[in-house]
């Protein structure tokens, strides 16, 4: 399945005008088909490109079959923050059992030990904050990555340090001719009134009913350094027809 505009793949059309070596927020609407755009950014990506997805909401194996679906067999390195966050839910699920329901010396003794294995109160937001350090400081190659979903890393941090990382990548990106794409919801504005000093573009995914119709449509809110309005295209959705064989 692909969102085409015009007859253009959508992602051909945001790398063709916004240009590389940006960092750039999409924000998408409800059933605007903005996680399928994220992952179809790594359609024909160029070979020597190192390509990487960070998702906050999917296993590994889930991105897996979602980019194979998609007819992408060269695919990035999958990185899934969501064990992550699992692992901090399933701490504040043990120390509600303990408050409701009390709880028995060996279940104690065990949360306990497991507990001090590790710094608990910023285990989860140091590694997704170190997690997107890491990856920028180490690229020497052209690279292209996509991060969802900015929310979830807000929430398991904090705004100010996700624009730090952020700005850090931006950095990568203009040494290492990179591209970063970063996902979030429509009307999202964690960013409040720098926005548009720290993101090169801003792109707006969405579905909107006219009439008995509903129709999707693409436009770029903001582009650095460009005099020109914001435009607006209608999105379809095409699906993959394989070549049937002939028959005489």
């Known amino acids: 399945m692909r969102l085409m505009v015009g007859n253009e793949e959508v992602s051909k059309r945001i790398i063709s005008k916004v240009g590389l070596s940006k960092l750039i927020l999409l924000k998408s609407g409800k059933g605007s088909g903005g996680d399928l755009l994220l992952k179809q950014m790594f359609e024909n990506v160029p070979e020597g490109t190192n390509s990487i997805f960070i998702s906050t909401h999917q296993t590994e194996g889930e991105l897996m079959e979602d980019l194979l679906d998609l007819g992408i067999e060269r695919q990035p390195e999958l990185i899934s923050l969501l064990p992550v966050i699992d692992l901090r839910l399933s701490e504040a699920a043990k120390r509600d059992r303990f408050i409701n329901e009390g709880i028995m010396v060996t279940d104690l003794l065990e949360i306990s030990s497991y507990s001090s294995d590790r710094p608990a109160s910023q285990n989860t937001h ?13 690229q ?24 730090d990382r952020l700005r850090i990548l931006k950095r990568a990106i203009r040494e290492n001719q990179g591209l970063v794409i970063v996902g979030c919801p429509q009307g999202y504005d964690v960013f409040l009134d720098i926005e548009q000093t720290l993101f090169d573009a801003i792109i707006e995914v969405k579905a909107e009913k006219r009439g008995e119709a509903w129709f999707r449509t693409l436009s770029f809110a903001h582009i650095k350094g460009s005099g020109e309005p914001p435009e607006e295209w209608q999105i379809s959705t095409v699906k993959d027809i394989p070549t049937a064989l002939s028959v005489d």
Not at 127 to 133: A, F, Y
């Open 140 to 163: 020497v190659l052209p690279f292209r990555m996509v991060i969802d979903d900015l929310v979830d890393l807000v929430e398991e941090s904090s705004p100010e340090e996700i624009i």
């Open 126 to 138: 140091m590694k997704v904050l170190s997690t997107l350090s890491s990856i920028s400081s180490k």
